[in-house]
Nanobody
Framework: QVQLVESGGGLVQAGDSLRLSCAAS????????MGWFRQAPGKVREFVAA????????YYSDSVKGRFTISRDNAKNTVYLQMNSLKPEDTAVYYC????????????????WGQGTQVTVSS
């Protein structure tokens, strides 16, 4: 298992940008596919984006495609989520997660989770 800590959330206005970071412990970070999920009050946790261990493959939900970018720096054991053109409906707690294989948008397939970071977008 890998330990994950998110940071970078905050309160912004619609149209603004934020960059979330997720720092991972351990020496095998590059062997993990990473995902970002979010959960708004009263809603289920939903997939946002995923990236393969090498960073060569990425996948996005339709709701964020073209606005959000997932990336990773394996030398720093960190995965990022650049969020541009934020909308009020992006308001949620954002979580990063890790699994051993790339290719899933299902939260239950991810074995390690961070504590989450709040993103609030005002209109």
């Amino acid at each position: 298992q890998v330990q994950l800590v998110e940071s970078g959330g905050g309160l912004v206005q619609a149209g603004d940008s934020l960059r979330l970071s997720c720092a991972a412990s351990g020496r095998t970070f590059s062997s993990y596919a990473m995902g970002w999920f979010r959960q708004a009050p009263g809603k289920v946790r939903e997939f946002v984006a995923a990236i393969s261990g090498s960073g060569g493959s990425t996948y996005y939900s339709d709701s964020v495609k073209g606005r959000f970018t997932i990336s990773r720096d394996n030398a720093k054991n960190t995965v990022y989520l650049q969020m541009n053109s934020l909308k009020p409906e992006d308001t949620a707690v954002y979580y990063c997660a890790a699994r051993g294989r790339y290719g899933s948008t299902w939260p239950n397939d991810y074995g390690s989770w961070g504590q989450g970071t709040q993103v609030t977008v005002s209109s």
